[in-house]
């Protein structure tokens, strides 16, 4: 039955592959479910999980400070509300697709779910390529994408966040125009400054929350991080607070990346050489190959596209914490990094790893953690927002830390758990992929054919 779903969707949607990769791998997952809950087959749930209860596409036209008018294209995918509005990033990049955003809208379904927060799942975005853009540009761009969104969202409808190339300057010139549009303050995005609505720590959250996780699947076996080497690419929001927890739990780390290439620092970084990170990528916006310049010791490799893998992965290291993009490790880069003993896997990213590098971790037994358990402190953080702009008031920063830690211990908790139950102890992404459909699918059956 699996494999009919799975033709089916293919023959229907074949252009969109990072859709696919998503789909097939929850899929392939659910077989044991399905063997103990014949009434979601029955329900044709499966077929139902997967189609979008609605996408939405637009133009987003605007002008550049020479007075040129541009096109781009404008989404946002509502793919599940069984369990709450639906909640997910917006991704600002050349690269955006109705696949790319089609893959994140699924996978966020079920990591919402594994959030325990009452939270659907969504995501959108644009092909606009914020780079080399000045502030002005931006601010249109974002005025003229909330123009249309703005009819489409709301904060008990649909609530969007940031993601790739979507930080706070955006989001507060997204805010700005939906509350001019529609007359109210409302929390219908996340991810807002502090004067505006936003929480404490959620711009660190999804860093945060992918060492947390590391943490934990390293408790399994005794271990703590202190001392231990890891590689992290990207030098973006996840990368930098990924970075800065981890160096608070002790350990090393030794190299960060942008779309240009990797930086190899082998005395590794401390919290000065970060803030210097944080400084370049967020207020200059500049390369991260600069880092080399500034730091005694460090090496900068440029991306070359002749490789068929990432010399990134290749570094002798313990830990593996990928926070750029997708597909970010492929099975070679897996092997690399199995060949140098990196024995814990924690994705930042959606989706880094494909599925010739899955294969390659579960195979060798080392603690891998699917992005959608691993990174979903950032959306967490984002619901615990959402709940503190209902009820009109802010939690500290201890607070909302704690919140997030415990609920990153308890996804953890509960992918382990749920991965012993349906007899695949160790592996967190059946744990995860099984737990967080339960919940979905549990929630859609009472519902009814909706
Ligand atoms: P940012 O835009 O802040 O940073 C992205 C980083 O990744 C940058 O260093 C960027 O380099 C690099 N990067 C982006 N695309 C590519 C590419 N195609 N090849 C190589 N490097 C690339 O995004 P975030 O940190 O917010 O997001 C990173 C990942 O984490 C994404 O997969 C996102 O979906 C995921 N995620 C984010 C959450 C959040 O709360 N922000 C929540 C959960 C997951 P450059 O500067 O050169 O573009």
Redesign the pocket.
């Known amino acids: 039955m699996i494999e009919k779903i799975y033709e089916e969707m293919l023959s229907r949607d074949p252009d969109q592959p990072e859709f696919h990769q998503a789909v097939r791998e929850v899929l392939d997952s659910l077989e044991p479910v399905l063997e103990r809950h014949p009434e979601f087959v029955e329900a044709n749930i499966l077929s139902r999980i997967i189609e979008a209860e609605r996408i939405i596409q637009f133009r987003v036209p605007w002008t550049d400070d020479d007075g040129n008018v541009h096109v781009n294209r404008g989404f946002r995918i509502q793919m599940n509300s069984a369990i709450g509005p639906y909640k997910g990033?917006l991704?600002f990049?050349p690269?955006v697709n109705l696949s790319i955003l089609k893959f994140?809208a699924f996978e966020q379904v079920f990591k919402n779910s594994l959030t325990t927060l009452p939270m659907g799942g969504g995501k959108g975005g644009s092909d606009f390529d914020p780079?080399g853009k000045s502030d002005s540009e931006i601010m249109r761009f974002c005025q003229s994408f909330m123009l249309e969104l703005s009819r489409h969202v709301g904060a008990d409808v649909d609530v969007p966040?940031?993601?790739?190339?979507v930080?706070g300057r955006e989001i507060g010139y997204l805010y700005g125009m939906y509350r001019k549009i529609r007359n109210e303050f409302t929390g219908v995005l996340t991810g807002k400054g502090m004067s505006y609505g936003g929480s404490l720590i959620r711009p660190e959250?999804?860093g945060y929350g992918q060492v947390y996780f590391a943490r934990e699947m390293l408790k399994t076996r005794d271990e703590t991080l202190e001392g231990k080497v890891c590689l992290i690419?990207?030098?973006?929001?996840?990368?930098q607070f990924a970075a800065e927890k981890a160096l608070q739990l002790g350990a090393k780390i030794v190299t960060m990346?942008?779309?240009?290439g990797f930086i190899h620092d082998p005395n590794g970084f401390t919290l000065e050489k970060l803030e210097w990170i944080k400084e370049l990528?967020n207020v200059r916006r500049g390369?991260?190959s600069e880092y080399a310049n500034q730091f005694e010791g460090a090496i900068y490799t440029p991306v070359d596209h002749n490789l068929d893998y990432n010399p990134l992965w290749a570094v002798d290291a313990d830990v593996a914490l990928p926070?750029?993009?997708?597909n970010?490790i492929n099975g070679k880069d897996a092997e690399n990094l199995l060949a140098n003993n990196v024995y814990v896997v924690s994705e930042?990213?959606?989706m880094?790893s494909t599925p010739e590098a899955i294969e390659h971790f579960i195979e060798a037994g080392i603690l891998y953690a699917p992005?959608k358990a691993s990174?979903a402190g950032?959306?967490a953080t984002s619901g615990l927002e959402m709940s503190q702009n209902s009820m009109r008031m802010n939690w500290t920063r201890e607070e909302v830390d704690e919140k997030l830690d415990s609920i990153m211990v308890s996804i953890h908790e509960t992918c382990a758990r749920t991965a012993e139950e349906y007899g695949y102890p160790g592996n967190y992404m059946m744990g995860a992929n099984i737990a967080g459909f339960l919940k979905v699918a549990d929630a859609m059956l009472n519902q009814g054919v909706v």
């Not at 990346?257 to 240009?260: A, C, F, K, P």
Request: hydrophobic fraction near 25%.
């Open positions: 990033g991704r990049h690269s994140l780079k966040a940031g993601d790739i190339g930080g959250a999804t690419s990207g030098s973006g929001n996840v990368a990346s942008d779309s240009g990528k390369r991260i926070a750029a993009t997708q970010e930042g990213s959606n880094p992005g990174n950032g959306v």
